[in-house]
């Protein structure tokens, strides 16, 4: 057993987010886990970019209100305690409602190499954000 001190918090780059998302790591794994596990916030209206994970991602809301959606026009409203697992190589976004800030925890693993399982592509747009609110 090991006790891990609390992690510096960071603030996301614009080239994968719109609005302010802040990201604390709460564990990276080495051999043999490769799960990785931050927890993420949203401020109200802020979004991931459409992505997708080799191996897949879970995402277990934490607080507040939020949407995650899928290039078939699919869009989920999750809420707190409801956790959402997006299969392997699904183009997703996730992010905050409109109105109230979202916390979730992001769980995925890395590749079996050990590399990056995320491909980032391009913002949601307004438009579809929008849209997306409100349909949800």
């Not at 709460?26 to 992505?51: C, D």
């Not at 991602?57 to 209100?65: F, P």
């Not at 078939?72 to 409109?98: F, K, M, N």
Request: net charge negative; glycine share 8%.
């Amino acid at each position: 057993m090991k006790l891990q001190a609390v992690q510096s918090t960071s603030k996301m780059p614009p080239q994968a987010f719109t609005g302010d998302v802040y990201m604390t790591p709460v564990y990276n794994g080495t051999g043999p886990s490769r799960m990785t596990v931050a927890l993420v916030r949203f401020t109200p209206g802020a979004r991931t970019n459409w992505h997708s994970h080799a191996v897949g991602q879970t995402l277990h809301v934490t607080e507040g209100v939020g949407l995650v959606g899928t290039r078939d026009g699919s869009v989920l409203r999750i809420h707190a305690g409801e956790t959402v697992l997006c299969p392997p190589d699904e183009q997703h976004w996730h992010g905050a409602a409109e109105d109230t800030f979202m916390s979730h925890l992001a769980m995925l693993e890395a590749k079996p190499d050990g590399s990056d399982p995320t491909t980032w592509l391009e913002p949601v747009t307004d438009e579809h954000y929008k849209t997306a609110n409100q349909a949800a």
